[in-house]
Nanobody
Framework: QVQLVESGGGLVQAGGSLRLSCAAS????????MGWFRQAPGKEREFVAA????????TYADSVKGRFTISKDIAKNTVYLQMNSLKPEDTAVYYC????????????????????WGQGTQVTVSS
């Protein structure tokens, strides 16, 4: 079992920045690719960004490419999402997720690939 706890959400004006953190605990000796998803009111949860266990490969949704950066600190068992140039349409609850993997270079974009989820952190961008 892996427990994921997100933090760093809040209220920010359009054009501002936030950095989300996701701290993992529990069975962190196993290999997990990590991802960030978000869910706005009335919408389905959507993929935002993912990173391989090695940290060497990343991928982003087109809507955030060039503005968001996913990274990880293996020693701290923590994944980050740096969000710059925020827009009102980025407003959502952001979720961290972990996917068991044997390939340290794999990342995943589908919700069904992920085994563990955090409780979410609210990000609100005002216009």
């Amino acid at each position: 079992q892996v427990q994921l706890v997100e933090s760093g959400g809040g209220l920010v004006q359009a054009g501002g920045s936030l950095r989300l953190s996701c701290a993992a605990s529990g069975r962190t000796s196993s290999r997990y690719a990590m991802g960030w998803f978000r869910q706005a009111p009335g919408k389905e949860r959507e993929f935002v960004a993912a990173i391989s266990w090695s940290g060497g490969r990343t991928t982003y949704a087109d809507s955030v490419k060039g503005r968001f950066t996913i990274s990880k600190d293996i020693a701290k068992n923590t994944v980050y999402l740096q969000m710059n140039s925020l827009k009102p349409e980025d407003t959502a609850v952001y979720y961290c997720a972990a996917a068991s993997t044997y390939d340290i270079h794999n990342y995943y974009q589908q919700r069904k690939e992920y085994d563990y989820w955090g409780q979410g952190t609210q990000v609100t961008v005002s216009s």
